[in-house]
């Protein structure tokens, strides 16, 4: 092998690198993830809140209600497991409820029901509300950071592989047809 291949190769595979890097960030602070150690598992959470007032969690999941009282904004969300970059995973497992408290206004319009949030701060405690006509106790953090992710149709509109001008009738790369021409598209049959 030439030295001028394996120069190419070795920039391709710092390209590689480069990209893997860039899925893995967190998008909680180093900082607040350095008060968030050791970690908490949300079931100690809910079974020791009041003996826990003080730690730092970082948790996430769908948001339920948010609901803006005097004082500040009170989410309900219902909590999902974390992926390692601290995004709430697309799953039916879930360890229960929890209230975010935050300081400042938030839009109900934005921190919409079904939107996906992680939210890092102190434990405030206990909140006891209402699920139905079943009361319920709340673990209750504050919101340190909070991070909303895209809906899903936000995400969708993203990873769609091709422009809207490239699909029909415009330029078809992709198909493989037993025809010499196929690749100039639809047209080419009226020529």
């Not at 434990?123 to 992710?149: A, R």
Request: net charge neutral.
């Amino acid at each position: 092998m030439r030295a001028r291949d394996k120069r190419s190769y070795f920039w391709i595979l710092i390209g590689w690198c480069a990209l893997a890097g860039l899925g893995c960030t967190h998008v909680i602070s180093e900082p607040m993830r350095q008060q968030a150690q050791p970690p908490l598992s949300f079931a100690e959470l809910r079974a020791n809140a009041d003996a826990l007032k003080g730690r730092t969690v970082i948790l996430g999941g769908e948001i339920l209600q948010t609901d803006n009282l005097r004082e500040g904004t009170r989410i309900e969300i219902l909590q999902r497991p974390l992926s390692e970059s601290e995004m709430p995973k697309l799953t039916d497992t879930t360890g229960g409820r929890f209230m975010a408290f935050c300081q400042e206004y938030l839009d109900p319009a934005v921190y919409a029901p079904r939107r996906r949030l992680t939210v890092a701060g102190e434990i405030l405690g206990t909140h006891v509300g209402k699920v139905g006509e079943v009361d319920y106790t709340y673990p209750l953090i504050s919101c340190g950071e909070v991070h909303l992710f895209p809906t899903a149709s936000a995400e969708l509109r993203r990873s769609t592989p091709y422009p809207w001008w490239y699909g029909e009738p415009y330029f078809y790369p992709w198909v493989v047809a037993p025809y010499p021409y196929a690749f100039w598209g639809p047209y080419w049959r009226y020529w």
